[in-house]
C-alpha cells in the first residue's frame, strides 16, 4: 500500500507541479543567456576563471570556451595521471581539488574557499613524508593566500578577478 502512495504522489507532483518545472527551465535558459553568455550584471567580474577573463577582453563564447578548454584539459590530464601512477594520497587529493575548481567556467570567486583543501593536504604530505624545500613552502603560502585578492576585488569590480 505504500508503494502506490508514494507513486500517487509523485504523479500528482509531476502533473500539478509540471508549470513549475517549464518556469524553472525557461528562467534558467534566460539566466544562462542573460548572465553567463552575455555578462550582464558584471557576473564576470566575480569570475576568476579563464572563461570569464577572454569574455570580458572581448572573446567570442566559442573562443572563450576553447581558451577555457586549453586549462582545463591539461588539469584534468594531470590529475589523471597522478591517479594513475598511484601519486601519495595527500598529492591526488589537492590536485583532484583543484582541477575539479578549473574545469568550470562558470565558477565564482567565493568558491576560491574550496582551496583551503588542497593546502590542508599537501601541509599533511609534507608533514607526513619529510618536510618541504623553500620553493614548496613559498608555494604553499601563495595558495593559501590566493582567494584574498580575489575577494578583495569584489570592491573594486572594474579590476576583475
Avoid at 577573463?53 to 584539459?73: D, F
Wanted: charged share 10%.
Amino acid at each position: 500500500m505504500a508503494v502506490t502512495g508514494v507513486l500517487f504522489c509523485i504523479v500528482t507532483e509531476l502533473v500539478f507541479g509540471l508549470p513549475l518545472w517549464f518556469k524553472f527551465f525557461d528562467t534558467l535558459l534566460w539566466f544562462n543567456t542573460t548572465i553567463v553568455h552575455n555578462g550582464e550584471g558584471g557576473i564576470w567580474c566575480a569570475m576568476p576563471t579563464v572563461f570569464a577573463l577572454a569574455r570580458r577582453m572581448g572573446a567570442s563564447l566559442l573562443a572563450a570556451c576553447a581558451l577555457h578548454a586549453a586549462v582545463a584539459v591539461p588539469a584534468v590530464l594531470a590529475t589523471a595521471i597522478l591517479r594513475a601512477c598511484r601519486a601519495w594520497f595527500a598529492k591526488r587529493c589537492a590536485a583532484t581539488v583543484v582541477s575539479t575548481l578549473l574545469v568550470q567556467p562558470y565558477f565564482i570567486y567565493y568558491g576560491l574557499a574550496w582551496l583551503i583543501l588542497p593546502v590542508i593536504y599537501l601541509c599533511v604530505d609534507g608533514r607526513v613524508h619529510g618536510g618541504w624545500a623553500r620553493v614548496e613552502r613559498l608555494i604553499i603560502g601563495l595558495a593559501w593566500v590566493l582567494p584574498l585578492p580575489a575577494f578583495l576585488t569584489v570592491f573594486k569590480p572594474s579590476i576583475g578577478q
